[in-house]
T-cell receptor, first 115, second 108 residues
Framework: GAVVSQHPSRVICKSGTSVKIECRSL??????MFWYRQFPKQSLMLMAT?????????EQGVEKDKFLINHASLTLSTLTVTSAHPEDSSFYIC???????????FGPGTRLTVT | EDQVTQSPEALRLQEGESSSLNCSYT??????LFWYRQDPGKGPEFLFT???AGEEKEKERLKATLTKKESFLHITAPKPEDSATYLC?????????FGAGTTVTVRA
């Protein structure tokens, strides 16, 4: 149980375009999902917390107009990187929190490359 | 702000050579300490949650323990497939705060 999927696993896009990444909890309903960014050989950096039916809460320093998060249902959250630039190239990982618990289960990640 | 420090940064082991990873934390009122395993290019895989000092959990060759200021992840008789980065995290008010991780390499 507690499986989280992400799509796509890899994406290459041109500078200035937008990219959408989906995160789904497959076997449980997640009222809270999280989006992380990870640079090579570094730990996970929380970008934002996404609650179903409400606006996402962004960490300090994360541009909310650039990284749009939508948590439209109890099993789906999306991250849209708008007007992507090469510096947005990174590994993006989502996680979902099990209801009534603190455990988070992570998706397999999405490798974004902006050329 | 909560701090999580993991040591060592990297650990190279021979197959069968048991060892321990350390995670020390400073938090006002621990509400959960979590261990994850991360393989290169993949998302973290949940291993354990510990809530109170003295608690221990085991899974195959891994055993996690918790004291009031640190947690240990013991790897007993590791195999090459145990090679990964092991991440420790503590539950903050609303989020997980991660340590930098320990990268374990097990040689056959």
């Amino acid at each position: 149980g507690a499986v989280v999927s992400q799509h796509p696993s890899r994406v290459i896009c041109k500078s200035g375009t937008s990219v959408k990444i989906e995160c789904r909890s497959l076997d449980f309903q997640a009222t809270t999902m999280f989006w992380y960014r990870q640079f090579p050989k570094q730990s996970l950096m929380l970008m934002a917390t996404s609650n179903e039916g409400s606006k996402a809460t962004y960490e300090q320093g994360v541009e909310k107009d650039k990284f749009l998060i939508n948590h439209a249902s109890l099993t789906l959250s999306t991250l849209t990187v708008t007007s992507a630039h090469p510096e947005d190239s990174s590994f993006y990982i989502c996680s979902a929190r099990v209801p009534l618990a603190r455990e988070q289960y992570f998706g397999p990640g999405t490798r974004l490359t902006v050329t | 702000e909560d701090q999580v420090t993991q040591s060592p940064e990297a650990l190279r082991l021979q197959e069968g050579e048991s060892s321990s990873l350390n995670c020390s934390y400073t938090v006002s009122g621990l509400r959960g300490l979590f261990w994850y395993r991360q393989d290169p290019g993949k998302g973290p895989e949940f291993l354990f949650t510990l809530y109170s000092a003295g608690e221990e959990k085991e899974k195959e060759r891994l055993k996690a323990t918790l004291t009031k200021k640190e947690s240990f992840l013991h790897i007993t008789a590791p195999k090459p497939e145990d090679s990964a980065t092991y991440l420790c995290a503590v539950w903050d008010d609303y989020k997980l705060s991660f340590g930098a991780g320990t990268t374990v390499t097990v040689r056959a």
